[in-house]
């Protein structure tokens, strides 16, 4: 029987046990056991597929996976300590020393740092595409380019890509896509879809909702993500249990949370187009938006991340940020609670100029995390920082 989104985010569930319980309990074990030597060797030989260590797979950590993978259309995945671990696992699993990645120019601060500081030194070459230049982009491949990354909506910019044009390429040149999906979530995007080969998520975000525990997860073909499971069962970025339970608990409201998310933040970005004190606002179902027709036919809605530039610079960006009072000042997001960030100042404060104009970084953005909290609570406070 097919199952809609919010039925299996809630029904897909581990084995019961003997004891029957509606509740998926927790399996806080570190191992497993066996009956005899024989069930032993085909476990570990693969002939009898079973849990043998919670490195390699847990019944919790397994219940996440599932549910993320029904939710994305994925054949399979992999679950991580976080969502860089997602990140940096998946990267090192693909690449080889001499390999390229062609990346869209704004990406996390994090996997920009892998890209520019860490790649280099196995000599692993990263450049990146303008992503107001598309139509450069196939002239940007090399024969060594292993794969496209991206993410729509990117961070923090909310700028668009459209994913059908980037796995067009990508098929033509015989490369992986990659996408980063965490600003989406599955319940707004689904890029396997759409031609992905790879998703990539931070479960800390809205997967979790509420700013509890970190997890991430890359799901894809069964194929692609063997690679990612043997390299991640040996070097250890596996998530734990406890955090793959609350994730999967998490999962079970993602639909009702993100809607509610989305239904806030639409608000909130038509308030701050029409402020005085705001130069520009970027959010991807407002029409304003230089790829709002993108948007509307890979997204069921707009996710959660408004963008936009106060007057006064670097100093009007940290007057502003000095001047919330309800909303949280924090470099997370996807929280039940408001998060207000000015990047310029906190976590691109070191990237270099030329790097932050390419992903859309002013000295006067930022970038708000809409919440699930009254929606005049959350404008009253912009208000009244905006008139700081």
């Given at each position: 029987?097919?199952?809609?989104?919010e039925?299996?985010?809630?029904?897909?569930?581990?084995?019961?046990?003997?004891?029957?319980?509606?509740?998926?309990?927790?399996?806080?074990?570190?191992?497993?056991?066996?009956?005899?030597?024989?069930?032993?060797?085909?476990?570990?030989?693969?002939?009898?597929?079973?849990?043998?260590?919670?490195?390699?797979?847990?019944?919790?950590?397994?219940e996440?996976?599932?549910?993320?993978?029904?939710?994305?259309?994925?054949?399979?995945?992999?679950?991580?300590?976080?969502?860089?671990?997602?990140?940096?696992?998946?990267?090192?699993?693909?690449?080889?020393?001499?390999?390229?990645v062609?990346?869209?120019?704004?990406?996390?601060?994090?996997?920009?740092?892998?890209?520019?500081?860490?790649?280099?030194?196995?000599?692993?070459?990263?450049?990146?595409?303008?992503?107001?230049?598309?139509?450069?982009?196939?002239?940007?491949?090399?024969?060594?380019?292993?794969?496209?990354?991206?993410?729509?909506?990117?961070?923090?910019?909310?700028?668009?890509?459209?994913?059908?044009?980037?796995?067009?390429?990508?098929?033509?040149?015989?490369?992986?896509?990659?996408?980063?999906?965490?600003?989406?979530?599955?319940?707004?995007?689904?890029?396997?879809?759409?031609?992905?080969?790879?998703?990539?998520?931070?479960?800390?975000?809205?997967?979790?909702?509420q700013?509890?525990?970190?997890?991430?997860?890359?799901?894809?073909?069964?194929?692609?993500?063997?690679?990612?499971y043997?390299?991640?069962?040996?070097?250890?970025?596996?998530?734990?249990?406890?955090?793959?339970?609350?994730?999967?608990?998490?999962?079970?409201?993602?639909?009702?949370?993100?809607?509610?998310?989305?239904?806030?933040?639409?608000?909130?970005?038509?308030?701050?187009?029409?402020?005085?004190?705001?130069?520009?606002?970027?959010?991807?179902?407002?029409?304003?938006?230089?790829?709002?027709?993108?948007?509307?036919k890979?997204?069921r809605?707009?996710?959660?991340?408004?963008?936009?530039?106060?007057?006064g610079?670097?100093?009007?960006g940290?007057?502003?940020?000095?001047?919330?009072?309800?909303?949280s000042?924090?470099?997370?997001?996807?929280?039940?609670?408001?998060?207000?960030?000015?990047?310029?100042?906190?976590?691109?404060?070191?990237?270099?100029?030329e790097?932050?104009?390419?992903?859309?970084?002013?000295?006067?953005?930022?970038?708000?995390?809409?919440?699930?909290?009254?929606?005049?609570?959350?404008?009253?406070?912009?208000?009244?920082?905006?008139?700081?």
């Open positions: 029987m097919s199952k809609k989104f039925t299996s985010a809630i029904r897909t569930q581990s084995e019961t046990t003997q004891f029957s319980e509606h509740s998926v309990p927790l399996y806080l074990t570190s191992g497993f056991v066996f009956d005899d030597s024989e069930e032993m060797r085909a476990s570990f030989a693969e002939e009898k597929q079973r849990d043998l260590y919670s490195r390699y797979s847990n019944p919790n950590v397994n996440f996976v599932d549910k993320v993978c029904a939710m994305e259309g994925a054949e399979a995945g992999f679950a991580f300590a976080s969502g860089m671990a997602a990140v940096f696992s998946t990267f090192a699993t693909l690449l080889n020393a001499g390999d390229h062609l990346s869209c120019s704004s990406v996390f601060g994090a996997t920009h740092g892998l890209f520019t500081k860490y790649f280099p030194k196995w000599n692993i070459e990263c450049s990146y595409f303008n992503i107001n230049e598309v139509d450069a982009i196939e002239g940007l491949i090399q024969p060594n380019t292993k794969f496209i990354y991206a993410e729509t909506p990117t961070n923090p910019g909310v700028d668009i890509l459209d994913l059908e044009f980037l796995s067009a390429i990508c098929k033509k040149h015989n490369i992986l896509l990659v996408v980063d999906n965490c600003f989406a979530t599955p319940y707004l995007q689904n890029p396997i879809k759409l031609g992905a080969d790879l998703v990539i998520h931070s479960a800390t975000k809205l997967m979790d909702g700013g509890r525990v970190l997890g991430g997860i890359t799901v894809g073909s069964k194929e692609l993500i063997r690679e990612i043997l390299f991640s069962r040996l070097t250890g970025p596996s998530l734990s249990p406890f955090n793959a339970w609350v994730l999967s608990k998490s999962l079970e409201t993602l639909a009702l949370r993100v809607e509610k998310h989305c239904d806030n933040a639409i608000k909130i970005a038509t308030f701050l187009e029409a402020h005085p004190k705001v130069t520009w606002v970027k959010y991807p179902f407002l029409k304003s938006h230089p790829k709002y027709d993108i948007a509307k890979q997204m809605l707009g996710g959660n991340i408004v963008a936009f530039e106060v007057e610079g670097l100093k009007g940290k007057c502003f940020f000095d001047s919330v009072k309800m909303c000042l924090s470099a997370n997001l996807g929280d039940t609670r408001t998060i207000v960030t000015h990047p310029a100042s906190t976590t691109h404060a070191k990237v270099e100029p790097v932050k104009r390419a992903a859309g970084i002013t000295d006067g953005m930022v970038r708000i995390s809409v919440g699930l909290e009254h929606v005049d609570d959350i404008i009253q406070d912009l208000e009244q920082a905006l008139r700081s």
